[in-house]
């Protein structure tokens, strides 16, 4: 296993061709599955009238807005590590500095990027958040009642390009090119997963927050938070 992570040409597949198709699973996936939902949703005929674009954007920002709604009130600690966990999952990969010079290498295109620091607070973050989740599963039971392997395996795989990645940055404890190879393969395994497991909240919140604000706006004349 370890001749196969140093290898040159493992390390040049993993860095290409596997990049391209993971990215094309989460895309060509995600996009399917939005598609799939909206189509689905026409056979119901009580979903698309009461449709509200006022009713949608409202229940959406209480929701996004940490504390803004009761729900989120009323467990803040839960809030708080929710919203910690979520913010740094998707700001650290994208702002990351490495992987803004791997754009710009490849493609031209840079941006504003995280000072070395941040990045690395951010990474433990969400290390540190998933072991949380990870804990009240085992513990929590009315969470455990409800977890299955699958819940397990997705926490994982979120968790794992994050602790791969550090371990790459600092070259603790293992190599540098088996360490970044874990890596990058991590990274394609939860873009490819994001599509066809729970992850796919990222593209369907929207949708169902849109849904639900609105029944509630429109029909039942409450809130929905």
């Known amino acids: 296993m370890y001749d196969l992570l140093t290898s040159p040409a493992v390390y040049k597949f993993v860095k290409g061709p596997l990049v391209w198709a993971a990215f094309f699973v989460f895309f060509g996936g995600g996009i399917y599955k939005v598609a799939s939902l909206l ?10 009238p009461y449709m509200s674009l006022k009713y949608s954007l409202r229940s959406i920002f209480h929701w996004l807005v940490p504390y803004a709604s009761t729900n989120w009130r009323k467990r803040p600690w839960i809030t708080l590590i929710t919203f910690l966990f979520h913010v740094c999952l998707l700001v650290t990969p994208i702002f990351l500095l490495a992987h803004n010079m791997i754009f710009y290498n490849s493609w031209g295109i840079r941006w504003w990027t995280l000072p070395e620091t941040a990045a690395d607070i951010m990474t433990l973050i969400v290390v540190a958040c998933s072991l949380f989740f990870l804990l009240r599963r085992l513990i929590a039971p009315e969470v455990r009642f409800v ?9 994982a795989i979120a968790a794992a390009p994050f602790i791969t990645g550090f371990l790459a940055f600092h070259q603790l404890f293992f190599d540098y090119r088996p360490v970044v190879v874990l890596h990058i393969l991590s990274g394609e395994i939860m873009l490819a997963a994001i599509p066809f497991t729970r992850l796919g909240h990222m593209f369907f919140f929207w949708l169902t927050r849109a ?7 429109t029909f ?6």
């Open 211 to 217: 849904h639900t604000g609105s029944e509630f706006g």
């Open 147 to 155: 977890t299955y392997a699958s819940d397990y395996a997705i926490l």
């Open 220 to 225: 039942r004349h409450t809130r929905d938070y």
């Open 39 to 48: 189509s689905l949703s026409k056979k119901d005929k009580v979903v698309y």
